[in-house]
T-cell receptor, first 113, second 113 residues
Framework: TQLLEQSPQFLSIQEGENLTVYCNSS?????LQWYRQEPGEGPVLLVT?????EVKKLKRLTFQFGDARKDSSLHITAAQPGDTGLYLC?????????????FGQGTILTVHP | NAGVMQNPRHLVRRRGQEARLRCSPV?????VYWYRQLPEEGLKFMVY????????ESGMPKERFSAEFPKEGPSILRIQQVVRGDSAAYFC???????????FGPGTRLTVL
């Protein structure tokens, strides 16, 4: 069974600070996705990384896939209150996994004005 | 914005009743995934369907749960004789290919009294 461990579970910071969320596993994933979920809504895909060592940027968010494709990180620069939410990482195993994603427990981020 | 539609958004059932959750995928998407989010837990894969076929139901409990995706109409997740432990948020996602799910719906929150 593949597991994804996210850390930290909770993060409370002030507006303008930087933060990093980590997603780690002992298993190799063919791709890894990061989602953001608002209360009462479904996850919204932020980014997909597929190549070991890949770095993708989305405005103030930087996503990195580990060289061995076992871990990933999400870095937010100059956090804003609008970044508050639940951040989820999800990995896809290789082969015939077709969308059978393994999700981490999530990181609840609160950015105070 | 015709994304993934789920209804009802909230469903309350008494123990022993049946729950029917509906999912209309993004127009043109023929691949549907169901995930369950239990309180204090991450999302867990339940089942993957293509039109008229169940491809992978390895995450679905063997008893009381069934899913279908008919040629016409929405995908249905059916839970018979619900128990309190079935209380959760059930999310549907769709994709145009057998790749990872592209869009998640807003979810159905099932409460079993």
């Amino acid at each position: 069974t593949q597991l994804l461990e996210q850390s930290p579970q909770f993060l409370s910071i002030q507006e303008g600070e930087n933060l990093t969320v980590y997603c780690n596993s002992s298993s190799v994933f063919s791709s890894l996705q990061w989602y953001r979920q608002e209360p009462g809504e479904g996850p919204v895909l932020l980014v997909t990384v597929v190549t070991g060592g890949e770095v993708k940027k989305l405005k103030r968010l930087t996503f990195q896939f580990g060289d061995a494709r076992k871990d990933s990180s999400l870095h937010i620069t100059a956090a804003q209150p609008g970044d508050t939410g639940l951040y989820l990482c999800a990995g896809e195993a290789g082969g015939t996994s077709y969308g059978k994603l393994t999700f981490g427990q999530g990181t609840i981020l609160t950015v105070h004005p | 914005n015709a994304g993934v539609m789920q209804n009802p958004r909230h469903l309350v059932r008494r123990r022993g009743q049946e729950a029917r959750l509906r999912c209309s995928p993004v127009k043109g998407h023929s691949h549907v995934y169901w995930y369950r989010q239990l309180p204090e837990e991450g999302l867990k894969f339940m089942v993957y369907l293509q039109k008229e076929n169940i491809i992978d139901e390895s995450g679905m409990p063997k008893e009381r749960f069934s899913a279908e995706f008919p040629k016409e109409g929405p995908s249905i997740l059916r839970i018979q004789q619900v128990v309190r432990g079935d209380s959760a948020a059930y999310f549907c996602a769709s994709s145009p290919t057998s790749d990872r799910p592209s869009f998640f719906g807003p979810g159905t929150r099932l409460t079993v009294l």
